[in-house]
C-alpha cells in the first residue's frame, strides 16, 4: 500500500486511481481538465509575449521617427545631450498622456 501511496503522491493523484476504474475515469478527467486550464494560460502568457513585443517594436519605431535616434547620433557635447534629454522626456509625456487617454477612454 505504501507504494500506492508513493506513486499517487508523485503523480498527484488519488490512490483509487490505480485500483478503482471509477476513480481512474474520474481522475483522467480532472487530469484531462488540469491540462486543458494549462494549455489555456500557455497561450494566453504566448499572446501577452507576442502584443508585448509588438508593442516595444511600435515604441522602437516611434523612438526612431520622433527624432530621438537622430539626436543620439548628433556630437556629444553638453548641450546636445540636454536636447536628447529634453526630446525624449517630451516623448515620455507624450506616451503616459496618450496612454491615460486610452485608458479613461475604456473606463466610460
Partial sequence: MRTLDALAWFFDVRVGYFVDPDVAREVER??????????????????????????????????????????????????????RASMMRALARALIEDENEDSSESHH
Wanted: hydrophobic residues 35%; without cysteine.
Fill in 30 to 83: 480532472e487530469l484531462d481538465e488540469r491540462a486543458a486550464r494549462l494549455a489555456s494560460k500557455v497561450e494566453e502568457e504566448r499572446r501577452a509575449q507576442e502584443e508585448e513585443r509588438d508593442a516595444a517594436l511600435a515604441l522602437q519605431k516611434a523612438i526612431r521617427e520622433s527624432g530621438v535616434t537622430k539626436a543620439a547620433h548628433r556630437a556629444g557635447d553638453g548641450r546636445n545631450r540636454r536636447q
